[in-house]
């Protein structure tokens, strides 16, 4: 049997994946995808319930193990490059009653820089300050999270990924549960980053709004639909590829 030929890796790109393929009890949930996100862009990676979506991001982020695959972040293995890395998990996977305030947890996106053994300080609560006023937050530092909206909460860990400083940040559907404020917000926040050179990479749930939200897109169901720029990729017939025809109907003004 013949060599499988090996993936030149693209240097100009945040995110290279190659031939993953991750299953739960054997199940697959994500089927040979081949993917490569453009450094600098703002993506949204969209699909139904049950396409992969959140599963691809951990996926990359080495969360979860592939069956078979390579991911490379800038050129090289995700365990090389974790401190290039920010990631904004979904809430309702973060327990909210764990006894802590606003700024502790902006505080502990700086423990990556600072290493096992020194505790943040002076400077490192006055970056998580920082980052909290950025997000409208400073008011809400001592306020214990259970006690925050689900906008405010979202907003802290915001914060929280900011002060990591990374290169390349993945958010698990920010806007899910905020108000049009924090969205608003969210999305100014985002377009920042990705105009300071950040890359930027969002699960994300709305197609009327990814349209004006994003630059890049990648269409998922299981396996890779279509992936590219959001004004030659989010068309009418590969929203159709991804949902079905009834879901493609009710958004060809978005696609268009």
Same mark, same amino acid.
């Given at each position: 049997?013949? $060599?499988?030929?090996?993936?030149?890796?693209?240097?100009? %790109?945040?995110?290279?994946?190659?031939?993953?393929?991750?299953?739960?009890?054997?199940?697959?949930?994500?089927?040979?995808?081949?993917?490569?996100?453009?450094?600098?862009?703002?993506? %949204?990676?969209?699909?139904?319930?049950?396409?992969?979506?959140?599963?691809?991001?951990?996926?990359?982020?080495?969360?979860?193990?592939? %069956?078979? =695959?390579?991911?490379?972040?800038?050129?090289?293995?995700?365990?090389? #490059?974790?401190?290039?890395?920010?990631?904004?998990? #979904?809430?309702?996977?973060?327990?909210?009653?764990?006894? $802590?305030?606003?700024?502790?947890?902006?505080?502990?996106?700086?423990?990556?820089?600072?290493?096992?053994?020194?505790?943040?300080?002076?400077?490192?609560?006055?970056?998580?300050?920082?980052?909290?006023?950025?997000?409208?937050?400073?008011?809400?530092?001592?306020?214990?999270?259970?006690? &925050?909206?689900? =906008?405010?909460?979202?907003?802290?860990?915001?914060?929280?990924?900011?002060? #990591?400083?990374?290169?390349?940040?993945?958010?698990?559907?920010?806007?899910?549960?905020?108000?049009?404020?924090?969205?608003?917000?969210?999305?100014?926040?985002?377009?920042?980053?990705?105009?300071?050179?950040?890359?930027?990479?969002?699960?994300?749930?709305?197609?009327?709004?990814?349209?004006?939200?994003?630059?890049?897109?990648?269409? &998922?169901?299981?396996?890779?639909?279509?992936?590219?720029?959001?004004?030659?990729?989010?068309? $009418?017939?590969?929203?159709?590829?991804?949902?079905?025809?009834?879901? @493609?109907?009710? $958004?060809?003004? %978005?696609? @268009?």
């Amino acid at each position: 049997m013949g $060599t499988k030929m090996q993936h030149p890796i693209d240097e100009r %790109a945040a995110v290279t994946v190659h031939d993953l393929t991750v299953a739960y009890r054997e199940d697959p949930v994500l089927w040979d995808i081949d993917l490569s996100i453009p450094t600098g862009s703002l993506t %949204a990676i969209i699909g139904p319930n049950g396409a992969g979506k959140s599963t691809l991001m951990k996926a990359i982020l080495g969360l979860v193990p592939p %069956a078979a =695959g390579t991911v490379e972040i800038f050129g090289h293995t995700s365990e090389r #490059q974790r401190r290039l890395v920010g990631y904004v998990p #979904q809430r309702g996977s973060v327990d909210w009653q764990f006894p $802590t305030n606003a700024l502790d947890v902006v505080t502990m996106g700086t423990y990556g820089q600072l290493g096992w053994i020194r505790r943040p300080g002076k400077a490192e609560k006055q970056r998580a300050l920082a980052a909290l006023d950025q997000m409208g937050m400073a008011d809400f530092a001592d306020r214990q999270i259970s006690q &925050l909206s689900g =906008g405010q909460q979202q907003r802290v860990f915001l914060a929280r990924a900011l002060v #990591q400083d990374a290169q390349l940040y993945f958010m698990d559907e920010p806007f899910v549960g905020v108000d049009a404020r924090t969205e608003a917000a969210i999305i100014e926040l985002l377009k920042s980053l990705r105009d300071h050179g950040k890359t930027v990479v969002v699960v994300h749930h709305d197609l009327d709004s990814a349209p004006n939200y994003f630059d890049h897109v990648v269409l &998922l169901n299981v396996q890779k639909i279509a992936s590219g720029p959001m004004a030659e990729t989010f068309t $009418t017939e590969n929203i159709e590829r991804t949902y079905g025809p009834s879901k @493609s109907a009710r $958004t060809k003004v %978005a696609a @268009s």
